[in-house]
């Protein structure tokens, strides 16, 4: 007679440190804006990613695959009209503007942001603060590929420890909030 022991099953559940790989298209268009080359790993409830993918990934567990449509509100917001600014271009000097262009600039908190030239004349330039994703409803297939329980460290800091070789939180940058 063989005994077989139940292991318990991790699932999704905030202070947990999860690991996915994700493939992020355009809902409007199946436009594929994003994948993971590696996981990204995050703690669940630390709000390290998108409150949309994060509250529909929930329950899952290693392994587990799931498409999870994100509404723009839920995403990276509406479009903001307001967030289009006029800027002189002597804030320009030495850049070789371009339409549709991506920069970093200091928003109003002096935070460094990637902001979007949409036009340019020889006196403005008009600015677009949106998010590039903003006002698009995003469609995410996700695979648990690990989940964890949190150390006391990651909980106070909200991220997971990295190796002292890491690249980063997530290459492409779409999945991290």
């Not at 994700?22 to 390290?48: I, T």
């Not at 262009?101 to 949409?118: G, L």
């Amino acid at each position: 007679m063989s005994a077989t022991k139940t292991l318990d099953k991790q699932i999704i559940e905030n202070d947990k440190v999860v690991s996915i790989h994700y493939r992020l298209f355009d809902n409007a268009n199946n436009e594929l804006l994003d994948e993971s080359h590696d996981p990204l790993e995050f703690v669940a409830g630390k709000q390290n990613i998108i409150d949309g993918l994060e509250k529909e990934i929930l329950g899952l567990s290693t392994g587990e695959e799931k498409n999870v449509i994100v509404a723009a509100k839920d995403a990276y917001g509406e479009y903001d009209e307001s967030a289009l600014k006029e800027i002189p271009m002597d804030q320009f000097s030495g850049i070789d503007l371009k339409e549709g262009m991506t920069i970093y600039a200091h928003d109003e908190n002096n935070q460094s942001r990637p902001v979007i030239i949409k036009s340019f004349n020889d006196r403005n330039a008009t600015v677009d603060y949106n998010h590039p994703l903003a006002g698009k409803e995003l469609m995410f297939f996700v695979t648990v590929a690990s989940i964890r329980d949190a150390k006391a460290s990651e909980l106070e800091s909200g991220r997971p420890e990295q190796p002292e070789s890491s690249g980063g939180c997530c290459g492409g940058g779409c999945g991290c909030g």
